[in-house]
Every structure is written in structure tokens, then in C-alpha cells.
């Protein structure tokens, strides 16, 4: 296969990635194509489609030369459990494609060349893209579909400011609403419920510290990278 491009984002490492595609409502993803797929024409039409699937590798999970294996353990079912990995969306797969549908929400022009601005993605920065294709509601969306042991919705933290903590002097509004929405989703692996524990991660320019206790997500430190 031909890398055909690569994702563009904030999520610099692998913690806090969103799980599944459409949690991160607020996050830009800009799609940059190689040559000699960002030729103009390869994009013509594509304004007129709301959503694209979005066909990628997990590039970070490549191991050379390591056997395959039948089932892995779903974070989902607390780490503990195995199913088979094609009853799952593990990043150790034979071929380490992924999935995504995000939502188009613009082109801009660089150099003559064309990008795509998408959102909802559960991508990390730099991934590679491997294709692309229009979301066809009609038959894309199954409405009756079931989710077997994934199925529900994914749960929506309160994030609260801890003492001492300022975001309001160094961070513009849309940043600090972007953040919310990341740590909302509860960036830590399915498996760790430590209430104690203080979790970190990076987000762009920032360095996030917090502490997830019930339902609410304490951001306990936050510093910018340099």
C-alpha cells in the first residue's frame, strides 16, 4: 500500500487519544496529502460530502517480525478479558489499518496544494493515511445496528479547575474548551480507576496534570511545553 498522506494534530502521544472516532467534537485534524496525491483534481467533489471515512495505520503499534495473535484484551472489558481481535479495534492487528469517519470541516490552500480540516478523528499526530472516502448516509448508517460488548455511549466528565491551577491568563477560550472536551472524555486506559493517582499528558503546546474522582475530572497542573 501507498502512504497517500499524514494526520495533523494535538494529540501528540498515544494517552488521550479519543477510543473511538465523533467523541472529540473539537479537535482539528488537518489531513495533508503527498505527492502526487494532492494534486487538486484528487479532491474535486469532495466539499459536497458532510463526512469522509477515513482509512489509516496504526503506525505506532507496528512491530516487526512479531508472531500473530488470536485474541488481545479489550480495554473496554477492564483488560482482563479476552476476545478475538477481529471482535475488536485493537491497534495489534494483522495490518494495523484502522477506521475512522470524521466530519469535513473545510479545505484550505497551501501553495497551491489542497488540505482537509476534519473533526471528531481518533487519530494520532502524524498517523498515516492509507485512503479516502465519502460517508454515503443511506448506506454508511445502520441505525438498528448492535454494538455486542461495546455497545452503550461513552460517558461525559465534569472538569474542574484545581486550587492554585490559572488557565485564563496564558490560554485563549477556544484552547481552554478544547481541553475541557479531551479530558472529558476520560484519557485514561479503561483499566485504571486509581482515584488518587495523578495522570498527565500532552495536548498540543500543553502539558496537562489531573486526577479523575466518580464522574468529575480535576485538573490538578498545567504548563507549556517548550
Not at 477481529?86 to 496544494?113: Q, Y
Not at 480540516?117 to 498517523?127: A, C, F, K, T
Not at 438498528?144 to 492554585?164: C, H, N, P, S, Y
Amino acid at each position: 500500500m501507498e502512504i497517500i498522506g499524514y494526520i495533523w494534530n494535538d494529540y501528540h502521544s498515544k494517552f488521550g487519544v479519543p477510543r473511538q472516532s465523533g467523541l472529540d467534537k473539537k479537535t482539528i485534524s488537518k489531513i495533508i496529502l503527498n505527492p502526487p496525491y494532492d494534486h487538486p483534481d484528487a479532491l474535486r467533489g469532495i466539499e459536497g460530502f458532510s463526512h469522509l471515512w477515513i482509512l489509516w495505520q496504526f503506525s505506532r503499534a507496528v512491530r516487526e517480525g512479531e508472531a500473530f495473535h488470536a485474541t488481545v484484551r479489550p480495554p473496554r472489558l477492564g483488560g482482563n478479558i479476552r476476545m478475538g481481535v477481529f471482535a475488536t479495534r485493537s491497534p495489534f492487528r494483522p495490518n494495523h489499518i484502522a477506521m475512522t469517519v470524521v466530519k469535513l470541516e473545510g479545505i484550505e490552500e497551501v501553495d497551491g496544494k489542497k488540505r482537509l480540516l476534519v473533526s471528531g478523528g481518533d487519530m494520532m499526530d502524524q498517523s498515516p493515511i492509507l485512503d479516502i472516502k465519502p460517508y454515503i448516509p443511506f448506506a454508511d448508517s445502520i441505525p438498528d445496528a448492535v454494538g455486542g460488548f461495546a455497545d452503550g455511549t461513552q460517558k461525559r466528565l465534569q472538569v474542574e479547575i484545581g486550587e492554585g491551577v490559572k488557565v485564563d491568563s496564558f490560554m485563549s477560550k477556544e484552547e481552554w474548551e478544547t481541553i475541557q472536551e479531551v479530558l472529558s472524555l476520560d484519557p485514561r486506559p479503561a483499566y485504571k480507576k486509581d482515584s488518587d493517582q495523578v495522570y498527565g499528558m500532552s495536548y498540543g503546546r500543553w502539558d496537562l496534570h489531573f486526577k479523575i474522582r466518580e464522574d468529575r475530572v480535576l485538573l490538578v497542573g498545567i504548563a507549556e511545553l517548550l
